[in-house]
């Protein structure tokens, strides 16, 4: 279960910025009561995705990551990496929506995704928005000094800090909450084979679905 914990005024006052980082995106349409996930939505071309629906993105999280090794080659200390994002994720995430919306005025929000004109189109004709699900914040010196005291709350450290909207995040369905993790766990691949926003999303729909 991902924690959600709480925290003082302080940790939201340090600096204006609106903009974090990276996120992990969710696609929520007016007339669906569950939200899916961008990468999905964008990549998936309507396949489900190759999970249980009953079984925990914990237990079905090392399913992917066994995927995710055989098709990037990864050794045995990249996958570990992998492995230790998802676990810090899972056990050290938090949730500062809920309180800075409706106490602060304040909304962390993530970097506008790049999307192709088709989905954008697409979104539009369905009556669906893109809200931002999880966030890292970016590791630049400015972002670190304007998210230190909070991503220190996290007891990951700020090299594995995930805010996470858990409105959100329920709305997925498990499989897809097992997606997202690897979502997230994918920026943690090794300098040589990292991958740029759209790529992160392509790969991990083609992770999820094959």
Request: proline share 4%; net charge positive.
């Amino acid at each position: 279960v991902v924690l959600a914990l709480t925290y003082s005024t302080a940790s939201f006052a340090q600096g204006g910025a609106s903009t974090v980082g990276d996120g992990g995106h969710g696609v929520d349409c007016r007339n669906s009561k569950r939200m899916q996930l961008l990468d999905l939505y964008e990549f998936g071309n309507g396949k489900k995705v190759s999970l249980p629906d009953s079984q925990s993105a914990r237990k079905s999280f090392p399913v992917l990551l066994a995927r995710a090794k055989a098709a990037l080659q990864l050794s045995e200390n990249e996958s570990a990496e992998l492995a230790i994002a998802a676990k810090r994720f899972f056990s050290f995430a938090i949730d500062p929506w809920e309180m800075g919306l409706r106490q602060y005025s304040y909304f962390l929000q993530a970097k506008e995704p790049i999307l192709l004109p088709s989905i954008e189109k697409m979104l539009e004709d369905e009556d669906c928005t893109i809200e931002p699900i999880i966030i890292r914040p970016d590791q630049n010196a400015k972002s670190l000094r304007t998210y230190e005291s909070l991503c220190s709350m996290s007891h990951a450290g700020i090299r594995h800090c995930f805010l996470i909207n858990m409105r959100g995040y329920r709305k997925l369905s498990k499989p897809q909450q097992a997606c997202l993790v690897l979502h997230e766990s994918l920026r943690f691949l090794p300098t040589s084979k990292q991958l740029n926003e759209v790529e992160l999303r392509a790969l991990t729909a083609q992770l999820c679905t094959q």
